[in-house]
């Protein structure tokens, strides 16, 4: 079985740019997770996409920060413009149905640097 | 508000020897909770989970975590390290009930478990 697709790996961009990130999660996953991971913290939730619906938005920097999942299947994440505090990994994942116990399965993240 | 407690940055253990990793959390309703691990340059693994039923929850890789909830915690533990365990490892929790917005996950700050040979 594939697991949750991300790219690009890496992105290094100067301040005030802009800058996506697209993730193909697992095949037959509805719940799409984004996530921001600053380094020496656990990553924190951006927006949850349950099919092509939002979830749960409700800590993404909307001045900045937007994500789409038109047909249900892949998602980008935008941000535009770039801060310097939005250096981070930015984790994908995926699982089954989210309002219950099963378990998140994680891409291996784009590493972003803003300069 | 939920939220999950890692006491410790760094845990070091000899291989062969036991090891813990300790996790406490903070919810409002049943607690759904997780053990991921990450490799350098690498996403979240799973490990293994509590849900409901036995205390004591078995994963992969020979892991092993114990709900206890009086204490509000999810230790997580294996009776022999290998070297290979060595890894960035995270505690995470949600609201057991059903609802939107609680199904999200809070991580805790995470734990680097080092094991020498």
């Known amino acids: 079985e594939a697991g949750v697709a991300q790219s690009p790996r890496y992105k290094i961009i100067e301040k005030r740019q802009s800058v996506a990130f697209w993730c193909n999660p697992i095949s037959g996953h509805a719940t799409l997770y984004w996530y921001q991971q600053i380094l020496g913290q656990g990553p924190k939730l951006l927006i949850q996409?349950?099919?092509?619906?939002?979830?749960?938005d409700s800590q993404l920097p909307k001045d900045r920060f937007s994500a789409e999942r038109l047909k249900g299947v892949d998602s980008t994440l935008k941000i535009q413009p770039a801060k310097l505090e939005d250096s981070a990994v930015y984790l994908c994942?995926?699982?089954?149905?989210?309002?219950?116990?099963?378990?998140?399965?994680f891409g291996p993240g784009t590493r972003l640097t803003v300069t | 508000a939920q939220s999950v407690a890692q006491p410790e940055d760094q845990v070091n253990v000899a291989e062969g020897n036991p090891l813990t990793v300790k996790c406490t959390y903070s919810v409002s309703g049943n607690p759904y909770l997780f053990w991921y691990v990450q490799y350098p340059n690498r996403g979240l693994q799973f490990l293994l989970k509590?849900?409901?039923?036995?205390?004591l929850v078995k994963g992969s890789y020979g892991f092993e975590a114990e709900f206890n909830k009086s204490q509000t915690s999810f230790h997580l533990k294996k009776p022999s390290a290998l070297v290979s365990d060595s890894a960035l490892y995270f505690c995470a929790v949600r609201d057991g009930r059903r609802g939107s917005t609680l199904g999200r996950l809070y991580f805790g700050r995470g734990t680097q478990l080092t094991v020498w040979p």
């Open positions: 509590y849900i409901t039923g036995d205390n």
């Open positions: 996409f349950q099919n092509n619906g939002v979830v749960d």
């Open positions: 994942a995926s699982s089954l149905v989210g309002d219950r116990g099963y378990e998140q399965y």
